[in-house]
């Protein structure tokens, strides 16, 4: 099976700064990648699939990137509100599985 | 709109089973797989499996393999994730979630907790 290893496995940052989240797949997984946003006591919210395209309604300082093993989540300018545990996870097979999670917090 | 609305709270004992309903809106239910995910208290998410409601074709992660059942009624659009042997660690909130095709999940049920205890 596929692992997927994210780091940090937790940031604390100040409102404004560039934050970059990092996704591994322990083998190529092309772009079949998507990134989740998850708030306290919430469900989960998809941010970008196709690991480079935004969810409709997600704001524009999220981005993503990478293919094959490597994968980054980029916030350009956080904001309070993105507080939260993030995640990525891989589609390529019929078989998916999730990144163990980011928490992000305000310094 | 979309909407999946998921069955309610269960407590159950060890070695138990559970059934979890999910019942899908606002779309055409044998048009887009069904997945399932949990998460136990303060951990991350875990994908169990999907089920293809047109044909009921169903993948399982391998750590369910033998102990999960997704099934579906498509005259009621509603996915049904089955949980047998439950054991204290199975206790988690589940989650129903949308395949939209282009990849992730874009619509999630509201999650149904569910407590294993003696």
């Known amino acids: 099976d596929i692992q997927m290893t994210q780091s940090p496995s937790s940031l604390s940052a100040s409102v404004g700064d560039r934050v970059t989240i990092t996704c591994r797949a322990s083998?190529?997984?092309?772009?079949?990648l998507a990134w989740y946003q998850q708030k306290p006591g919430k469900v989960p919210k998809l941010l970008i699939y196709a690991a480079s395209t935004l969810q409709s309604g997600v704001p524009s300082r999220f981005s993503g990137s990478g293919s094959g093993t490597d994968f980054t989540l980029t916030i350009s300018s956080l904001q309070p509100e993105d507080v939260a545990t993030y995640y990525c996870q891989k589609y390529n097979s019929a078989l998916w599985t999730f990144g163990q999670g980011t928490k992000v917090e305000i310094k | 709109q979309v909407q999946l609305v998921q069955s309610g709270a269960e407590v159950k004992k060890p070695g138990a089973s559970v059934k979890v309903s999910c019942k899908a809106s606002?779309?055409?239910?044998?048009?887009?797989?069904m997945h399932w995910v949990r998460q136990a208290p303060g951990q991350g998410l875990e994908w169990m499996g999907r089920?293809?409601?047109?044909?009921?074709?169903?993948n399982y992660a391998q750590k369910f393999q033998g102990r999960v059942t997704m099934t579906r009624d498509t005259s009621i659009s509603t996915a049904y994730m089955e949980l047998s042997r439950l054991r204290s660690d199975d206790t988690a909130v589940y989650y129903c979630?949308?395949?939209?095709?282009?990849?992730?999940?874009?619509?999630w049920g509201q999650g149904t907790l569910v407590t294993v205890s003696s």
């Open positions: 979630a949308r395949d939209p095709v282009a990849g992730g999940h874009d619509y």
């Open positions: 083998q190529g997984i092309s772009n079949y």
């Open positions: 606002g779309y055409t239910f044998t048009g887009y797989y």
């Open positions: 089920i293809n409601p047109n044909s009921g074709g169903t």
